[in-house]
């Protein structure tokens, strides 16, 4: 029985395990769609639903806090802006897991941890857009030679 076991340690310090929560979070926010371990992706899903609950009211204490846990200014945005109009009629429940098989190295089992009705573009938000050159040749002047 794990009776007053409330979290899962993942086999680091508090302060490591503070700061991958908050950068996982971070990257949930900005793509929408993360692939991690799958007790890594159990621990991050009640962090990423406060985190949504909290943008959803719209006072000055609530977007303290979101940043504060956050600490990205971007991230804090999304979530303010977009992410509570996404689900404004929504009560909770605001990610899902889909496990993905297990890693070739260790077998560790991994996950995918997503936004439901998530924006599918958000993936490409880093990638740069090819841009056509074109390619226009300029010759060089001719010096006369005597």
């Known amino acids: 029985m794990r ?67 956050l600490q990205d200014a971007k991230s804090a945005h999304k979530v ?9 009629n929504r009560k909770g429940g605001y990610t899902r897991i889909i496990k993905a098989g297990f890693r070739y190295g260790d077998n560790a089992p991994l996950a995918v941890i997503e936004f439901v009705d998530r924006d599918v573009e958000a993936k490409r938000v880093d990638k740069k857009k090819k841009v056509q050159k074109k390619e226009t040749k300029q010759e060089e002047p001719k010096l006369a030679s005597a």
């Open 3 to 69: 009776h007053k076991f409330g979290y899962k340690k993942l086999n680091r310090t508090s302060e490591h395990r503070k700061a991958l929560i908050k950068n996982m979070l971070n990257s949930l926010i900005k793509y929408e769609q993360i692939s991690t371990t799958l007790p890594k992706a159990k621990v991050l899903r009640p962090q990423a639903d406060k985190i949504i609950t909290l943008g959803k009211k719209d006072t000055l204490q609530n977007t303290k806090m979101l940043f504060s846990k």
């Open 80 to 88: 303010k802006k977009t992410l509570s109009k996404r689900y404004e």
